[in-house]
């Protein structure tokens, strides 16, 4: 059974930082691509980054482009999320899944982990 836990989301002022971590299990996470997800409320879940299967290749939206970066550690089957100059636009559920390059879709999703920007 898959399993992604994401965790190290709360509330962020406007301009700072945090970082985002999802534990995985129940899966071959070294041999996946994986992804971030986000959903605002009222708007629908889009994408936010994705890292292939070795870390070697990554693809942003342009909304984060040069803002986050995404990481990951084949080693401790997690994935990461840094997330610097935070907007407030920037709030909403952060969702790890399993991510397939370079359509962005995403399948097999965790339970998601809020993070608020204020202003």
């Known amino acids: 059974q898959v399993q992604l836990v994401e965790s190290g989301g709360g509330l962020v002022q406007a301009g700072g930082s945090t970082r985002l971590s999802c534990a995985a299990s129940?899966?071959?996470?070294?041999?996946?691509?994986m992804g971030w997800y986000r959903q605002a409320p009222g708007k629908e879940r889009e994408f936010v980054a994705a890292?292939?299967?070795?870390?070697?290749?990554?693809d942003y939206a342009d909304s984060v482009k040069g803002r986050f970066t995404i990481s990951r550690d084949n080693a401790k089957r997690t994935l990461y999320l840094q997330m610097t100059s935070l907007k407030p636009e920037d709030t909403a559920i952060y969702y790890c899944?399993?991510?397939?390059?370079?359509?962005?879709?995403?399948?097999?999703w965790g339970q998601g982990t809020q993070v608020t920007v204020s202003s």
């Open positions: 890292i292939d299967w070795s870390g070697g290749n990554t």
């Open positions: 129940g899966l071959p996470f070294s041999l996946y691509a």
């Open positions: 899944a399993r991510s397939y390059m370079p359509t962005r879709q995403g399948s097999s």
